[in-house]
């Protein structure tokens, strides 16, 4: 068959372009449908009432179909099915997007909302009642807070927790907090005139105590009062791979960058130079000769800083690709040892390439501390599977049994764990290995309850293993925006949004951290806020006319 035009583009057909109506427009249409149709004396059709107003008839069918969700109580369905119920949702829509998106929180960002809504006819927008229905919400919420935990905490058998413990500085005092590292249960965020281990232990106990739990890990860097308060409370201290890492960058990442980026002036006047030499005296001459030679060692300099730099920067992320209790690139179970040579292999490279570029005394110092955190991770990895090992010997499982677990289980089980923090490429890196553990898991002839059970079991000994606190450091970048926005968070604010934390937001499973923490369920605590505190009442009518205003002046003086 041929062609209907020589041009291929004329052949091929024309996609319509995806026409977008509002919902005011859609409601428009629909009433006027309706309308015609039921005053429809010249006896059309549905199809060619919905062509007279341009819209298709499928299209048409579909938003008379269209239902509000069930949920809505009938008065409410009703009135958003009308012309004015959906224009004030457009406007109560965009009006809750420009504040929250656009805007920086706060009671301003509420009373700039209800003005925009034109809710401010209904609910008294001035800052002195919305900062009254701010506080009763606290306390509410502060209220529902311990009365929830309090209750939770008496269901809950005692157990032990691994939780992340740092500081954040504002102002003149620190704020101490401390998260459990597996449920992301906010323990402790108190403001305090210091941080010793006799404060972190005075303020953390008491919170352990009360929420009957026992603090068996505790993962930080490698401050001295945190490992104190950690001995104190009888729990081991896990330091964490981060900060280790961060002594490396600090010693090594401005000096060498530094030192290509003036090679990288060096070679462009050496450039620069030959170009100027070869215009005046010709190629081939003796200066032009000597002005390439110059340019060549510059450019090798340049390369050789460029590599090395690259090579400390690949060798501190194989640490943290070494710093797993599995080979992730295997997933066989490592060793202690096996741990500390791959540790000092990637070190050594680290501090000769310091060497050749004669770093600063305080950099090598560094790089010390930073020696010394690697040799405390070791220390905690021989903690770790001393643990390991006791843990399968208490599944009592025969010696195949055991190996199917060591091999299969605990390493799917830890890359289920740190999956969903992995980078993309580190991903891509690790599905083949994923995929294959996957596929032994559903070989073996054991039965499935036994497998999943197995899964359950090394889910637990893998959470067992931490190895950041990057819960805590997010949390505290949270926070700190928090005090910017607020100027300053008193007592009862910090409270509420602790709770907040606990008991409101969920994870991807729709799960807070309060009930991942207690493993129970709890009240809602935003139908809480709804049920007892009142928001402010109807606006007093103000009158703003300055005739008015001078006539009840003269009234007053009169009487």
């Not at 008839?57 to 958003?80: D, G, H, Y």
Request: charged share 30%; with cysteine.
């Amino acid at each position: 068959m041929k062609p209907l035009s020589t041009i291929p583009q004329e052949n091929t057909r024309k996609i319509r372009p995806k026409i977008n109506r509002s919902r005011p427009v859609i409601c428009r249409k629909v009433i006027a449908f309706q309308e015609i149709l039921s005053q429809n004396k010249q006896g059309k059709s549905a199809r060619e009432i919905a062509v007279m107003l341009g819209i298709p008839n499928s299209t048409m069918q579909s938003w008379r179909s269209c239902k509000i969700a069930q949920t809505l109580p009938v008065e409410v369905a009703e009135f958003f099915s009308t012309l004015p119920g959906e224009e004030f949702l457009q406007q109560l829509i965009h009006s809750v997007h420009q504040v929250t998106h656009f805007g920086s929180g706060g009671i301003r960002s509420l009373q700039e909302f209800l003005e925009l809504s034109k809710l401010n006819q209904l609910v008294a927008s001035s800052y002195g009642a919305l900062q009254a229905f701010s506080v009763r919400c606290e306390e509410q919420i502060v209220t529902f807070g311990e009365k929830e935990e309090k209750r939770s905490a008496e269901k809950m058998q005692k157990r032990k927790i691994t939780a992340g413990l740092d500081e954040l500085f504002r102002g003149r005092h620190p704020c101490l907090v401390a998260i459990d590292v597996v449920s992301n249960f906010i323990l402790l965020e108190k403001f305090t005139e210091d941080r010793t281990a006799a404060t972190w232990s005075k303020e953390l106990k008491p919170r352990l105590d009360s929420l009957n739990v026992e603090l068996d890990q505790v993962v930080s860097d490698l401050c001295g009062g945190i490992r104190a308060c950690t001995k104190e409370l009888g729990a081991k201290h896990i330091p964490e791979l981060f900060h280790a890492q961060q002594e490396i960058t600090k010693a090594t990442a401005g000096a060498l960058a530094s030192q290509e980026r003036e090679f990288e002036k060096a070679l462009d006047e050496a450039e620069e130079k030959l170009k100027k030499s070869t215009e005046k005296h010709g190629e081939g001459s003796e200066k032009v000769e000597k002005a390439k030679q110059t340019r060549n060692l510059k450019k090798l300099g340049l390369e050789w800083r460029k590599k090395r730099r690259e090579a400390v920067q690949m060798a501190k992320k194989e640490l943290g690709r070494i710093h797993h209790p599995i080979d992730i690139s295997t997933g066989k179970l490592q060793t202690a040892e096996i741990v500390k040579e791959k540790f000092d292999a990637q070190l050594k490279i680290v501090n000769e390439a310091a060497k050749e570029a004669c770093l600063s005394a305080s950099c090598f110092k560094r790089l010390d501390k930073a020696k010394r955190a690697f040799d405390a991770i070791v220390d905690y990895l021989k903690i770790f599977f001393i643990f390991h090992k006791a843990f399968v010997e208490g599944l009592r499982l025969n010696t195949e049994q055991e190996r199917y677990f060591n091999e299969v289980i605990f390493p799917l089980s830890y890359l289920q764990m740190i999956w969903r923090r992995l980078p993309k490429r580190e991903k891509e890196r690790l599905k083949g290995l994923r995929e294959d553990l996957e596929i032994k898991l559903a070989d073996p002839p054991w039965p499935e309850e036994l497998k999943m059970e197995w899964m359950k079991k090394g889910r637990e000994c893998a959470e067992r293993f931490q190895r950041s606190s990057s819960c805590v450091e997010g949390h505290n970048g949270e926070l700190s925006l928090y005090h910017h926005r607020f100027h300053k968070l008193g007592i009862r604010s910090l409270k509420a949004l602790t709770v907040v934390g606990n008991f409101h937001r969920k994870r991807l499973d729709k799960t807070t951290a309060a009930q991942r923490f207690f493993n129970s369920a709890h009240e809602n605590l935003f139908e809480s806020l709804v049920a007892n505190v009142r928001i402010p009442g109807r606006p007093q009518q103000q009158y703003h006319d300055p005739c008015k205003r001078l006539l009840g002046w003269k009234k007053r003086r009169i009487a």
